[in-house]
């Protein structure tokens, strides 16, 4: 079965520049949640959405914003960026309560 | 609130002897409790979970954890390490805020294999 999908894989901006980062998730799943891995740290969560809405909000920016489409897929976008928002962004998807699933991940080196 | 500690940044094995890395919660009540692995540059991937069926959990290549409520803890073990198992360990838990579940990572146990 298909897993998490994000795109790109690779993504290198320059500062101040903006950034689309996006993300399907396993059919039927109900949950999206977006985690940020800086280098050698543990993922911290961002944001989720159920349903199309917004779930929970963890230690998101106010320079980024996500929302969930009609179709279930996020977009998490990534606006006046700073060297320290390169990093590795993961998206998950789930269905309610159970085990989330994660992409592969899209790293964004801001130079 | 739900929290996860894991008591070793770094875990160093042989190959073909056992792996023990260590996790402790904290929860009011009975949590949902789950490993994953990260390999180098790559996802995050499930190893198993717990969710009060059995205090025993088996999981992919060989691991298990066992949900020891006594202790407040959560180990992963393996009786054969592999240098495929050289990766990240991520203990984590299920935090609820306004009825919706979130993952919440513990900082990592990082693990490493020698011939």
């Known amino acids: 079965a298909a897993g998490v999908i994000q795109s790109p894989r690779h993504l290198i901006k320059e500062k101040r520049e903006t950034a689309t980062l996006k993300c399907y998730p396993i059919?039927?799943?109900?949950?999206v949640y977006w985690y940020q891995q800086g280098p050698g740290q543990d993922p911290q969560f961002l944001i989720s959405?159920?349903?199309?809405?917004?779930?929970d909000k963890g230690s998101i920016p106010d320079r980024f914003s996500a929302q969930q489409f009609s179709d279930y897929h996020s977009e998490l976008n990534m606006s006046s960026l700073e060297l320290g928002d390169s990093a590795l962004y993961f998206c998950?998807?789930?269905?309610?309560?159970?085990?989330?699933?994660f992409g592969n991940g899209t790293r964004l080196t801001v130079t | 609130a739900q929290s996860v500690t894991q008591l070793d940044s770094h875990v160093s094995v042989s190959e073909g002897t056992p792996v023990l890395l260590r996790c402790n919660y904290s929860s009011s009540y009975s949590p949902s409790l789950f490993w994953y692995v990260q390999h180098p540059n790559k996802g995050l991937q499930l190893l198993l979970k717990?969710?009060?069926?059995?205090?025993l959990v088996k999981g992919i290549n060989g691991f298990e954890a066992e949900f020891k409520k006594s202790e407040t803890s959560f180990h992963l073990t393996k009786p054969s390490a592999h240098m495929s198992d050289a990766a990240e360990y991520f203990c984590d838990t299920l935090s609820l805020n306004s009825g919706y579940s979130t993952l919440t990572f513990g900082k990592g146990t990082m693990l490493l294999v020698s011939p």
């Open positions: 998950a998807s789930s269905l309610t309560n159970s085990p989330l699933h």
């Open positions: 717990y969710t009060s069926a059995a205090t």
């Open positions: 059919s039927r799943h109900d949950t």
């Open positions: 959405f159920y349903e199309k809405m917004q779930s």
